[in-house]
């Protein structure tokens, strides 16, 4: 089944209401609305871990979501801060410092190309 908004709307209010078998398929639901998310914004080993960081912060922020609002936007917010997130931590990772090898190294070079010019 591919929830569209309505369901994931009241998915949600069930769950919100302590209907575990509800919370269950809203989970179930939104991992795969996240899959489809994340598909071409990551690499594919990178997708299980934000789809299940996102997650988690679905359980975390649950009571935050106002039933008077769409349930869509407020999952795909979630799922761009964590995206962002992640990218962040992804580049900072990438980053490393120049250790002492990479140090230039003192080289006779420059009075070698001093004293052929003269």
């Known amino acids: 089944m591919i929830a569209d908004e309505p369901t994931f709307a009241r998915l949600m209010i069930a769950s919100q209401g302590g209907d575990r078998r509800a919370y269950t398929v809203l989970l179930t639901e939104a ?5 489809r998310f994340f598909r071409r914004r990551v690499p594919p ?3 299980d871990d934000l ?3 996102v997650l988690l912060a679905i359980h975390a922020k649950r009571a935050t ?3 008077t609002r769409a ?3 407020w999952l795909a917010a979630i799922a761009r801060y964590r995206w962002v997130d992640h990218l962040r931590r992804a580049y900072r990772s990438s980053e490393s ?3 002492d090898h990479d ?3 003192d080289s006779e070079e ?3 190309l001093a004293r052929m010019s003269l």
């Open 65 to 67: 979501w106002d039933e």
């Open 31 to 35: 991992q795969f609305w996240l899959e």
């Open 71 to 73: 349930f869509l936007p």
């Open 103 to 105: 140090a230039p190294a």
């Open 45 to 47: 080993a990178q997708i």
């Open 97 to 99: 410092e120049l250790g």
């Open 110 to 112: 420059e009075a070698v």
């Open 51 to 53: 789809v299940q960081d």
